[in-house]
T-cell receptor, first 113, second 111 residues
């Protein structure tokens, strides 16, 4: 069984569109995250959710909106996509916040044309 | 504020040679430190972590790292490189419930 899964794996869309990426973890973890990895492999946290509550919201445009329907799911909705949104988006989860191992999903490669 | 610097965006070694990937951090509080590995087209996987117990930390696949507070370093080593070690390696620091990653080091292993 996959611990952290994301769908879709690839997403190609045009500027201005709205898209969503889904994430599910079956580890029973309390905390989930979204990261963005740019073309130079730089990883930056976008959001963190603990027990369905937003904990961290780094300087991310409000076109990005995370939604956590339950502890096992953290979806990312993106409005009015821009060229600069092209990146690989990783979902991750951990038992709790702090010095706990984060388990990463396989990533979603978003290409905006 | 916390930050991580990985010296050398690319490191190339011969199979069987020592692997040394460098990581320096800055943190205003005692940090938790991590090394993650990313194989092509995959997510990140934890190699090892330091959480203020032993300063020499052993991880998976024969990797280890030593926490040196005086040097603010957490370098990753492996005595003998395998072809399968070729990947991107990320050092990360958690000093406030937020993981901050370094820029990554691509390890290439030559036969």
């Amino acid at each position: 069984d996959t611990a952290v899964s994301q769908t879709p794996k690839y997403l190609v869309t045009q500027m201005g569109n709205d898209k969503s990426i889904k994430c599910e973890q079956n580890l029973g973890h309390d905390t989930m995250y979204w990261y963005k990895q740019d073309s130079k492999k730089f990883l930056k946290i976008m959001f963190s959710y603990n027990n369905k509550e937003l904990i961290i919201n780094e300087t991310v445009p409000n076109r990005f909106s995370p939604k956590s329907p339950d502890k096992a799911h953290l979806n990312l909705h993106i409005n009015s996509l821009e060229l600069g949104d092209s990146a690989v988006y990783f979902c991750a989860s951990s038992q709790e916040m702090g010095a706990y191992e984060q388990y990463f999903g396989p990533g979603t490669r978003l290409t905006v044309t | 504020a916390q930050s991580v610097t990985q010296l050398g965006s690319h490191v190339s070694v011969s199979e069987g040679a020592l692997v040394l990937l460098r990581c320096n951090y800055s943190s205003s509080v005692p940090p938790y430190l991590f090394w993650y590995v990313q194989y092509p087209n995959q997510g990140l996987q934890l190699l090892l972590k330091y959480t203020s117990a032993a300063t020499l930390v052993k991880g998976i696949n024969g990797f280890e790292a030593e926490f040196k507070k005086s040097e603010t370093s957490f370098h990753l080593t492996k005595p003998s490189a395998h072809m399968s070690d070729a990947a991107e390696y990320f050092c990360a620091v958690d000093a406030g419930n937020m993981l901050t990653f370094g820029g990554g080091t691509r390890l290439m292993v030559k036969p």
